[in-house]
């Protein structure tokens, strides 16, 4: 890898900052002062050091957030505050993106990453990754809608859903319900309720794939992923 990439990924600025700090000669490796920004180095056998300080390397972060309403999940976007926005600098110069999509007014479990192959695997269509999502619904919901979810509902573009899992937790003039997806398309969940003649007035996400929600983080916080919940992520990658 090449020096300056190193440095500038773990928050030293701009490969011009970079070679601005190596011109100072702030910069060593192995205790040498180096005087070129390209070159190569191993961030796991080399010891890099800026200003004295020894730089500690990540390739990747892997962040679960409980997503709050109000946020869109988009790196960027020019008119509403985004997810990302959510975290300290100290991730943001990972450049991480959420995976996968929650609507604006969705709450709930959103992975934050820079790992653009996992991202890619957890949200493509052939991988059939679920996500399960908790929700409250504006009517009585029945086993006929079950077995209707079952069997894959129509929605209103013509478009019918894949088989999706509906477990009725309470059933009321307002119904409490599990509901587990294998797709992500616009509005998803949403849509396939009015399908059956019904509305969602509440929707959050606890499960996506194998990494379910940690029912201690509040909503609008976050935390790292642990060795163990990133492994489950990547062997679900090839599986």
């Known amino acids: ?26 910069v060593t490796v192995n205790d040498k002062t180096v005087k070129d920004s ?21 390739e990747f972060v892997y962040i679960m957030l409980n997503k709050p309403p109000g946020y869109v999940s988009a790196a960027t976007d ?18 991480p993106f959420p995976v996968g999509r929650l609507d604006k007014d969705t709450e709930g479990l959103l992975l934050i990453t820079n790992d653009g192959d996992l991202g890619h695997q957890l ?15 504006s009517g009585h919901v029945t086993e006929a809608d079950v077995h209707a979810f079952q069997n894959g509902v129509q929605l ?27 797709e992500g398309k616009f509005h998803q969940v949403k849509r396939m309720f009015e399908a059956v003649g019904k509305k969602v007035i509440y929707l959050k996400r606890i499960r996506m794939g194998m990494l379910g929600l940690d029912t201690e983080l509040e909503t609008g916080t976050f935390r790292e992923l642990t060795e ?6 990547k062997l679900q990658k090839k599986s």
């Open 1 to 26: 890898m090449r020096l300056d990439k190193l440095l500038a990924n773990t928050g030293f600025g701009s490969r011009k900052d970079v070679k601005a700090l190596i011109k100072k000669k702030k």
């Open 38 to 58: 390209g070159a190569q180095v191993s961030p796991e056998k080399d010891i890099v050091k800026v200003n004295d300080n020894i730089v500690q390397y990540r």
């Open 78 to 95: 020019n008119y509403d505050k985004t997810v990302i926005k959510l975290l300290p600098d100290d991730y943001k110069r990972f450049a």
């Open 123 to 137: 949200t493509s269509p052939k991988r059939n990754v679920e996500k399960t999502y908790y929700a409250h619904i």
């Open 156 to 182: 209103d573009d013509g478009y019918t859903a894949k088989p999706a899992a509906l477990e009725i937790l309470q059933a009321n003039d307002v119904s409490h319900v599990n509901v587990t997806v294998t």
């Open 228 to 233: 163990a919940e990133v492994e489950s992520l």
